[in-house]
T-cell receptor, first 115, second 114 residues
Framework: KQEVTQIPAALSVPEGENLVLNCSFT??????LQWFRQDPGKGLTSLLL?????REQTSGRLNASLDKSSGRSTLYIAASQPGDSATYLC??????????????FGTGTQLKVEL | DVKVTQSSRYLVKRTGEKVFLECVQD?????MFWYRQDPGLGLRLIYF???????EKGDIPEGYSVSREKKERFSLILESASTNQTSMYLC?????????????FGQGTRLTVV
């Protein structure tokens, strides 16, 4: 059974710092990995999707990498800002037979960027 | 942009009531999902649907049912609400496909059962 782990569970950094969030998964048979952002009391916002054949994806100050063979992904946030404060979740889409595109989620990293 | 809309942001219901949570997506996605999110437990899949009138149980279906009569709408039904169903409920949708399919979420419904 696929398991997804995110470490650390919480992180506090000063504004302007570059930071890395980690995501690991136990089964490398995945179609893709997706990073989400969740603000308190809100739904999930999709940030980046990396297909299994890709190594990284970039959007603005965000860069996500994928090393499928070792079961790891990182989300790099450059020049962090207080507005980046949120919970970040990663999710993998395992390869399986049948429909549905189900995702397996990590429990998230709660990020606080302080002034 | 894909839009997934949940009918309510906040709901307060009494124990034993029948509760309907509605979700609508506007991008002709085949797949729709209902999750609940609880502190320390993360997101857990309740039910999903991969086509109209098709549904499959997720990891925690007990106490819930679903309905998908139209492609764009997926309803979650709490047959007899209980206090342990107090939670954040999240709806999502995605295209059928493989490596390039992205999931999109609604804004969430915070349900309190008293």
């Amino acid at each position: 059974k696929q398991e997804v782990t995110q470490i650390p569970a919480a992180l506090s950094v000063p504004e302007g710092e570059n930071l890395v969030l980690n995501c690991s998964f136990t089964d490398s048979a995945i179609y893709n990995l997706q990073w989400f952002r969740q603000d308190p009391g809100k739904g999930l916002t999709s940030l980046l999707l990396i297909q299994s054949s890709q190594r990284e994806q970039t959007s603005g100050r965000l860069n996500a990498s994928l090393d499928k063979s070792s079961g790891r992904s990182t989300l790099y946030i450059a020049a962090s800002q207080p507005g980046d404060s949120a919970t970040y979740l990663c999710a993998v889409r395992p390869v399986f037979t049948g429909g549905g595109n189900k995702l397996t989620f990590g429990t998230g990293t709660q990020l606080k960027v302080e002034l | 942009d894909v839009k997934v809309t949940q009918s309510s942001r906040y709901l307060v219901k009494r124990t034993g009531e029948k509760v309907f949570l509605e979700c609508v997506q506007d991008m002709d996605h085949e797949n729709m999902f209902w999750y609940r999110q609880d502190p320390g437990l993360g997101l857990r899949l309740i039910y999903f649907s991969y086509d109209v009138k098709m549904k499959e149980k997720g990891d925690i279906p007990e106490g819930y049912s679903v309905s998908r009569e139209k492609k764009e709408r997926f309803s979650l039904i709490l047959e007899s609400a209980s206090t342990n169903q107090t939670s954040m409920y999240l709806c999502a949708s995605s295209l059928e496909g493989q490596a390039d399919t992205e999931a999109f979420f609604g804004q969430g419904t915070r349900l309190t059962v008293v």
